[in-house]
């Protein structure tokens, strides 16, 4: 978990370095190993960092080789290694051996439509500085937040709410309409926040801004099969193919240059998914959970039972 949060101005004034760096320590909690900043014309980007792939080198902002393509993300790009072997073969250059990385020269391959490329979770702020066009994206079930608001002729942006309240220019006003959502549905619905004029960008949608003009459209969407729709290959083919789908997700998910851990609810999923944790790592695996006083809410035995059985280093 990183932080990320940003200034572009549109027809008000230039961000500087130091608005920046009072948004971004508000985020100090998603990202406490050192903060990135990056400020030319029109447009500020800041980062504040929590190392989990390439510790020296994946600081962030980072750029592609000539500097014409910039940006800072929160997330992870769980294909990583296999996209930046395809980039390389395509003659693009790499300075690091970060996921960040990946997202700049992707965007230099295939423009817009690098987003259909990343397996990941991910909010991701990208600038091209040749065409002076912000991009703003959001991972497909929208695991990553980034909200955005605009005020003085300018766009804000920032993974949480209280990074852009620490801009004067904003305003706290309530949203009554989705204060209404939240007592109905438990969350506001996107793009409605519980603040009057302060945005979040929907799941698998991307946000463009170019010359003063502002795009977004929904790039992913849930399918469904049909009513009716039956799907008659046998169980054990149907277990097969949900067996690997788990499988592979686990897989890519625990490279990191840090110990990776689970938490551990003592429910089926996360049971299944420290289960197969277990096949992939050397290192004595970490799990963490929660307990509950009342026995109505607490899971504790079932805990118990798959921290003896897998032999992991537990904390409740």
């Known amino acids: 978990m990183c932080g990320i949060a940003g200034i572009l101005n549109i027809n008000g ?3 500087t370095r130091p608005e920046l760096a009072d948004m ?23 980062h504040a960092r929590l190392s989990i792939i390439d510790l020296v080198g994946g600081k962030q902002p980072i750029s592609n080789e000539d ?9 992870e790009i769980f294909n990583y290694i296999e996209l930046r072997a395809s980039l390389l073969r395509s003659g693009h250059v790499f300075s690091t051996r970060s996921d960040t990385e990946v997202i700049v020269h992707l965007y230099e391959q295939y423009g817009e ?22 991009i703003l994206a959001r991972d497909r079930v929208g695991i990553r937040p980034l909200f955005y608001t605009n005020a003085g002729g300018r766009l804000f942006f920032a993974s949480e709410i209280k990074s852009l309240f620490a801009h004067a220019a904003i305003r706290r006003r309530i949203n009554l309409p989705a204060l209404g959502e939240l007592f109905t549905y438990w969350s506001p619905l996107p793009p409605l926040t519980l603040f009057e004029g302060i945005f979040s960008l929907p ?14 459209r929904r790039y992913w969407d849930w399918h469904f099969p049909e009513s009716g729709t039956k799907d008659n290959r046998p169980a054990e083919e149907c277990a097969q193919d949900l067996w690997g789908l788990l499988v592979d997700a686990v897989r890519l998910q625990v490279r990191a240059d840090v110990p ?11 049971s299944v998914v420290v289960s197969l944790l277990k096949n992939f790592t050397d290192a004595p695996l ?19 039972q798959l921290v003896s059985g897998l032999d992991t280093r537990h904390t409740e």
């Open 203 to 216: 799941p698998g949608h991307i946000m463009m801004v170019e010359t003063g003009q502002m795009r977004v």
């Open 113 to 134: 439509e690098f987003v259909h490329h990343l397996n990941g979770q991910f909010s991701i702020a990208l600038w091209d500085t040749r065409r002076q066009k912000l």
């Open 260 to 270: 990776v851990g689970a938490y551990l609810s003592g429910g089926l999923d996360s």
């Open 67 to 75: 500097g014409t393509v910039w940006t800072v993300f929160n997330g």
């Open 24 to 46: 971004i320590v508000k985020l100090r909690h998603r990202g406490p190993d050192g903060y990135g900043f990056y400020v030319d014309g029109d447009i500020g980007l800041a």
């Open 286 to 304: 970490r799990t963490f959970s929660v307990r509950f006083e009342d026995a109505e809410f607490d899971e504790g035995e079932f805990q118990r």
């Open 13 to 15: 004034v230039r961000p």
